[in-house]
């Protein structure tokens, strides 16, 4: 099974995001405009659909991806990053020059 993690960086950021924004959710953009960023929305903000798969929380968020996209990384553990950079269009990190991406390391099955 899939999981997620933050590194101190990423937690830095959402604890800042929070602060400014109230609770947030993440959401593994499957690709388009933003490429494959997480995005981090306020939580009354963004709609999960039922085809959306909680693979759990970082920094106390609820975090999500698509069900097409879980199974094909569902053995894959999915930790949260900072680096420099604009952060997506409409992700609550744009305009902070630090985005989230996201790294990845196969689970041992």
Request: with cysteine; aromatic share 8%.
């Amino acid at each position: 099974m899939s999981t997620v993690t933050a590194t101190e960086g990423a937690l830095k950021l959402i604890a800042e995001i929070v602060a400014d924004h109230g609770p947030v959710l993440f959401h593994q953009s499957g690709g388009c405009c933003d490429g494959s960023s997480p995005m981090c929305y306020p939580q009354d903000d963004f709609k999960v659909s039922d085809r959306d798969v909680k693979i759990g929380e970082i920094g106390g968020m609820p975090f999500y991806i698509s069900a097409s996209q879980y199974e094909t990384w569902k053995h894959t553990d999915l930790i949260i990053d900072v680096v420099d950079g604009r952060g997506g269009m409409f992700s609550l990190d744009n305009g902070r020059e630090k985005r989230f991406l996201t790294r990845s390391e196969i689970c041992s099955i």
